[in-house]
C-alpha cells in the first residue's frame, strides 16, 4: 500500500516521515526540494503543486492514499496574496483533480482551525459543526475555507474518493518558529481588553500519529485536532514570566491603520480580529470517533515549546 505526501518538506511532513519509518511504512516524499530528514531508502520526487507535477506525479506513482500536506503557513518575504492562492487553492485543486484522475482510493487534508474564522459570535469551543467562515480580511483563513469548498465539492460528486479532513490548531515542537511564536518572542504578550481568545496546540509528533492513522485504516471524516485544553494569554505569560500588554482594541486598529502603509508594520487593522476571536478547537469528536487521543495537551506542548525556545 503505497502512501504519498506532498509538503514532505515542511515541519509536519518530516515529522510523518519520522513516525512512519519508525512503524515500518515506506512512504512516497514530494516537495519542491529533498526533506533533509528522509528515511533511508526512502522514495522522493519533486512536486510543485502550482502546476502540472500532481498529474504526472502521482500518475506515475499510482498511491492508494495521497497526504496533502503543501501549503503556506507562514508567508515568505515578499510573497503575495496571489502567490498563496496559487499553493494553498489553485494547488489543492491540482492534487484533487490528479486524485480523481488516477484511481487514488483516499485523500487526507490538512485544514485549519482558521477556516472557521475569527468572529464575535465564534463559541467558547468549536466543533465540526460549526459553519467555515474565514475571513477574506485573512489570507490564510480565507484559502483554508476555499479549500474546504473544494473538498466538500468533491465529496458530493465524487463519493468514491475517500476523505480525511483535518483542521488543525497551532502545530509546535521545540524550535518551531512561525506567525504565532512571533507573538510569543515580544517582551510582553499583546492582548485584547475584553478578549479572552485562548490558544490551543497541538504537538507535531501527535499530528504526524493522527496522519498516518488517516492515512492507513483511521475512519473518514472532518477532525478538530488540538491538544486537550486551552491557555489564555495570562497563562501564557506566566509560564514565561512575563507580563500582558491589553490594548483597546480601537487604540491598536488605530496604530495598525498608521504603521501599515508607512510600512512600519506588515500588519494591518484587521489582524485586531486574528488577537480578539481566535477559533478555539474543540477535540471531543477526534478522541470518539477517529479513536485517536493526543498525548500532549496544550499546556505540555507549549512548555516543551518554552523551554527549548529560552
Known amino acids: 500500500m503505497s502512501i504519498l505526501v506532498t509538503g514532505a518538506a515542511?515541519?509536519?511532513?518530516?515529522?510523518?516521515?519520522?513516525?512512519?519509518?519508525?512503524?515500518g511504512r515506506d512512504l512516497v516524499a514530494t516537495d519542491l526540494r529533498r526533506p533533509s530528514g528522509m528515511p533511508a531508502g526512502a522514495a522522493f520526487h519533486p512536486?510543485?503543486?502550482?502546476?502540472p507535477d500532481a498529474d504526472r506525479v502521482i500518475g506515475q506513482v499510482k498511491p492508494r492514499t495521497v497526504v496533502h500536506l503543501a501549503s503556506?503557513?507562514?508567508?515568505?518575504?515578499?510573497?503575495?496574496?496571489?502567490?498563496q492562492y496559487k499553493v494553498d487553492v489553485a494547488g489543492t485543486r491540482?492534487?484533487?483533480?490528479?486524485?480523481?484522475?488516477?484511481?487514488?482510493?483516499?485523500?487526507?487534508?490538512t485544514s485549519s482551525g482558521a477556516a472557521y474564522g475569527y468572529?464575535?459570535?465564534?463559541?467558547?469551543?468549536?466543533?465540526e459543526d460549526a459553519p467555515l467562515r474565514g475571513n477574506e480580511a485573512f489570507a490564510y483563513a480565507h484559502h483554508k475555507r476555499l479549500v474546504e469548498e473544494l473538498l466538500a465539492e468533491a465529496r458530493h460528486k465524487h463519493p468514491r474518493l475517500e476523505q480525511v479532513v483535518l483542521r488543525v490548531g497551532t502545530v509546535l515542537e521545540p524550535g518551531a518558529k512561525n506567525q504565532?511564536?512571533?507573538?510569543?518572542e515580544r517582551p510582553r504578550l499583546l492582548a485584547i481588553r475584553g478578549s479572552a481568545s485562548p490558544f490551543v496546540f497541538v504537538w507535531t509528533e501527535d499530528l504526524a500519529e493522527i496522519l498516518l492513522r488517516a492515512a492507513t485504516n483511521g475512519p473518514t471524516?472532518?477532525?478538530?485536532?488540538?491538544?486537550?485544553?486551552?491557555?489564555?494569554v495570562e497563562d501564557l505569560a506566566a509560564r514565561m514570566g512575563k507580563k500582558v500588554q491589553r490594548?483597546?482594541?480601537?487604540?491598536?486598529?488605530?496604530?495598525?491603520?498608521?504603521a501599515h502603509p508607512l510600512g512600519l508594520s506588515p500588519y494591518g487593522p484587521e489582524q485586531v480580529r486574528f488577537l480578539q476571536y481566535r477559533p478555539v478547537l474543540a477535540n471531543d469528536r477526534l478522541k470518539s470517533v477517529f479513536g485517536y487521543a493526543p498525548r500532549r495537551s496544550s499546556a505540555e506542548v507549549f512548555d516543551a515549546w518554552w523551554e527549548a525556545a529560552k
Open 47 to 51: 512536486l510543485d503543486v502550482t502546476g
Open 72 to 83: 503556506i503557513v507562514t508567508p515568505p518575504k515578499g510573497s503575495t496574496r496571489a502567490m
Open 221 to 232: 471524516g472532518i477532525y478538530n485536532v488540538a491538544g486537550d485544553g486551552a491557555l489564555s
Open 247 to 258: 490594548i483597546p482594541a480601537w487604540a491598536l486598529k488605530t496604530a495598525l491603520a498608521v
Open 94 to 109: 491540482n492534487v484533487l483533480r490528479a486524485c480523481l484522475a488516477h484511481g487514488v482510493r483516499r485523500l487526507v487534508v
Open 180 to 184: 504565532i511564536t512571533a507573538l510569543f
Open 119 to 127: 468572529h464575535p459570535d465564534n463559541p467558547d469551543w468549536l466543533t
Open 10 to 23: 515542511g515541519l509536519v511532513g518530516q515529522a510523518l516521515l519520522r513516525v512512519a519509518a519508525e512503524r
